[in-house]
């Protein structure tokens, strides 16, 4: 005779006239295949904990991103912003989507290049260009968005050294109506100090303004900042027009974009909250429409958007270690994946899903991370099915920084695998070793020697 | 351990303590465990009932028991002499 499935006794008190505050059971959807490919094997063959990527949904998210601004703006680039996620598989598919490259580090830089993005596909933004990174980016031809006045100077000098005229735009900061405002980046428009920039570049004979570009936050939740955004770069580019009869070949208005997850704080699920695609094209693109461009000289529209592309795509996979009680009672889960793999979890209130069906039954739980360090928290109390020690789970939505911000720190980094639109999987990032860490090291000779 | 005799225990899961007014749930296996324990089962005697019908070994289930019983005790539900 089959014996029934074993799920781990609990008792739970009722507390009368205090419901969920949605009034609705919590249910927890288990995932139990991504793309068709069960996750259990998937744990079985690369290890566990496992980042896993989803080709299709990368391939999906773009489209329908490019086409909510195709569809009502005839002159569209994205350009994939590399700090967001740089694994090399991961920038392939967006460039072979049409994504230019956005970097903001010579390192980035130069994996463009590797990942064969030609030079002047290749948008260079950031605070820190050193001389070699620029005369780099000039000799490439090579879009540099220009952060300051030291950089704007320093490469009016390598620009002479070199007798090229690299094509630049600078990074405009603005009151864009969220606070607080971003103004660590770039020139400001409010005080004049963009116009300076522009005049200054404009009366320089050795620099191409191609461009103006403005990056006005991170996961903006409302669409009028960009609105109002779009209305300020489009008056520099009127201006630019009437002041010098120079038309700008493009207006970058960065990224920012909210992914579906859920804030930590937020009252409601990103997912119900988020502006889509069309919202964000919607507002850029109706005050685009309406400036008054030369109307042979429309601007390209560049968008950088990243994390709202492939948050989506990305899933880490893994098994619980433990569970235990806290001393008030409360449940707690070790998980073996922590803040060191999952650095959104810092802002997140990630959603994580049982790997393998369960019951109905859940348990307000704290989920913690297998490090040996009080900040490894994943979630501190989220209502949690009774999962225990082995069992497997999925965490959603982890495409974006969790791979460029993760941090060798007591742990190794496991296994990043891809899964291609014929349900094939591919690792495209192998784990790290005992022997990966140590081959940076060198020990002096007299340290060898044991007593 | 003895569970509190006062506790009115229903089939499909509810417990009611009436000297606190508190209520709790149950999930099945809970409730097999908690019936039980009422009706003076030893650990053993628990433990073999449970590995012959679910699909647990003894080890397993006993970290799960006693972790069981643990929320007894939080809950002030067992016999305070205990």
Redesign the interface.
Known sequence: MD????????????N?GMPSKFGLQVRHEPITEIDGVPVSSLLERYGSPLFIYSEKTIRSTFREAFRAFSSRYPNVLFSWSYKTNYLNAICKIFHQEGSWAEVVSGFEYKKALENGVKGDRIIFNGPDKSRADLQLAVKNGSLIHIDHFDELYELIEVAKESDAKPNVAIRINMDAGIYPAWDRFGFNYENGEAWDALNRIMHCENLELAGLHTHIGTYIMSTEPYRIAATKMAELAVGLERKFHHHIRYIDIGGGFASKNTLKGGYYPGSDTTPSFEDYAEAIVSVLMKADFHPDHLPLLILETGRALIDDAGYLAGTVVA???LAD?QRASILDAGVNLLFTSFWYDHDIRPAKPV?D?TEETAIFGPLCMNIDVIRKSTIFP?L?KGDPYVIRRVGAYNNTQWLQFITLRPNVVLIDNSSQVHVIRREETLETLNDLESTPEHLNVHK | MKIKKSLAISETGFVFDPSTGDSYTLNPIGLEILQMLREGNSREEITGTVTQAYDVDAMTFERYYFDFLGMLKQMQLVETDE
């Open positions: 014996k029934k499935p074993f799920e781990r006794p609990v008792i739970k008190k009722l009368a569970t235990k009680r009672g019951s039954q009774l225990k």
